[in-house]
């Protein structure tokens, strides 16, 4: 179990300064005023901190390491200060027995009151053989956890829709969460699609709920309007620079939704196509189908060139 107390003085090395300019920054993200970004200070800081529990399926880790990695406050101390951390794979210290325990006897005791957090795709072939942990099918343990949550948010492509282990030919019938669980399943799902995607996302996905006691508004692919309601192209002050547009070179973002021209990485120091490399539509269902090539080379290219069928189709 994670030691919350000892985890709560993480707080003295956080300045209220850093603090309320990250918070800002969600507000931002969130398309509120920044003077909404005391407000949403407040709603984290009057608890009770929402608990999570963070599941680990067919995934690269790759969102997580991307959430861990901010700064300014470090995520590592936002999420000590935001949310009630319960269960987190990558981030405790025990193993085997000991942490399966824990993610059951929590699943339990918050049963209904918990946001359980999904990374990595879930197989469903054969019963979902093809994906195990501690003895038992991802897919089992997303049938025994996932219901019992007040909220699911799907982090990253693969959970959302399968991303990378459900591109074809998908032997393994991977699949993101609300796919492999069914129209069995009450829970409601919020879908932060990306590869990775962007950790304001996550924490404006909950700080919309403890500001407004209700999730975001969802697009028809279950993501949240304030993050993934504008594409891609139309935000990115490239567009109309034809030294610095990427079109020709592949770019997808006139197919591709998402805020990373506005909120951009690492502190809002960059995102792709500022750093030179084409927006790959990776936050779009089955975009590694759908997308490639991701790169074009030359005049003639451009986003079409990206999706007109699926790569090795008929190899």
């Known amino acids: 179990m994670i030691d919350h107390e000892k985890e709560g003085k993480r707080q003295d090395g956080i300045s209220r300064r850093q603090f309320l300019k990250f918070c800002g920054v969600v507000a931002g993200a969130l398309g509120l005023d920044a003077t909404f970004g005391p407000k949403i200070f407040e709603a984290f800081a009057a608890g009770p901190k929402p608990s999570v529990l ?43 027995d000991t942490v399966e325990k824990i993610l059951t006897s929590a699943a339990q005791t918050y049963s209904g009151q ?14 979902g053989v093809y994906g195990w942990i501690g003895g038992r099918t991802m897919l089992s343990i997303a049938q025994e956890i996932c219901p019992k949550a007040k909220a699911i948010i799907a982090v990253g492509n693969c959970a959302s829709y399968g991303g990378l282990p459900a591109a074809w030919p998908n032997p393994t019938g991977a699949a993101g969460v609300e796919a492999a ?56 002050p490239y567009r109309e620079n034809e030294s610095r547009c990427l079109e020709d070179f592949g770019c997808k973002g006139k197919i591709c939704h998402n805020n990373c021209p506005t909120i951009k990485f690492n502190d809002g120091t960059s995102f792709p196509m500022q750093a030179g490399h084409p927006c790959i539509g990776c936050s779009e269902p089955d975009f590694w ?6 790169y074009q080379e030359g005049s003639d290219g451009g986003e079409g060139s990206g999706s007109e069928s699926r790569s090795g189709s008929d190899d």
């Open 54 to 96: 963070w599941l680990h399926f067919a995934e690269c880790t790759g969102c997580t390491e991307a959430v861990l990695r901010t700064s300014g406050p470090g995520f590592a101390d936002l999420i000590f200060d935001m949310i009630s951390l319960e269960y987190h794979e990558t981030l405790m210290a025990a193993a085997g």
């Open 114 to 127: 918990f946001f359980c957090v999904v990374e990595g795709a879930i197989p469903t072939a054969d019963g």
């Open 181 to 236: 669980l069914g129209a069995s399943l009450r829970v409601p799902v919020v879908n932060l699609p990306g590869c990775p995607p962007n950790p304001v996302n996550f924490v404006g996905t909950i700080a919309n709920y403890l500001l407004k006691g209700s999730l975001p508004s969802l697009d028809a692919d279950g993501r949240p309007v304030f993050a993934y309601g504008n594409t891609v192209h139309s935000q990115c």
């Open 289 to 294: 189908d759908r997308m490639t090539p991701f």
